[in-house]
């Protein structure tokens, strides 16, 4: 894609950013308490900005996120288990499995959101928490 000098002229339906730039959507992240969210550019803004981040990534993601790039949350590896993100340690990461058949899942991932964000309540309704999200 050539730049264009008005956005009436890109041949794609686009839209501005709320705003109108990328500082606009750091504010709106650091005014939120956690970020869940697929691999995208809000991944890595939020981490970038140390706020706490749930990042759901899809069966054979990113090399960002790739084994050699993460640690386990816990201290203690298992499978299905949260991992954080050597890149942005507030990131932690939770993993599709491999697809069975022809159609990956999400059920894992979800669950494991839900119940991460209830933590996050949790810790919020406390004052805060003793461990990391």
Same mark, same amino acid.
């Given at each position: 894609m050539q /730049?264009?000098?008005r956005l009436e002229d890109v041949p794609l339906p686009l839209s501005p950013l709320p705003a109108g730039d990328l500082l606009a959507t750091a504010r709106l992240i650091a005014g939120l !308490? &956690? &970020?869940v969210s697929v691999d995208t550019m809000i991944v890595h803004l939020a981490g970038l900005? #140390?706020?706490p981040t749930l990042l759901l990534n899809r069966y054979a993601g !990113?090399? *960002?996120w790739a084994a050699a790039s993460t640690l386990p949350a816990g201290g203690t590896?298992? /499978? #299905?288990a949260l991992e954080r993100s050597v890149w942005y340690p507030s &990131? *932690?990461?939770v993993r599709q499995p491999a697809p069975e058949g022809d159609v990956p899942s999400w059920h894992h991932p979800l669950a494991m959101a839900v119940h991460w964000l209830e933590q996050a309540v949790l810790c919020k309704?406390? #004052?805060g928490c003793s461990h990391e999200l």
């Open positions: /730049p264009c000098s !308490d &956690v &970020v900005l #140390g706020k !990113d090399w *960002r590896a298992s /499978p #299905g &990131v *932690r990461i309704e406390q #004052g």
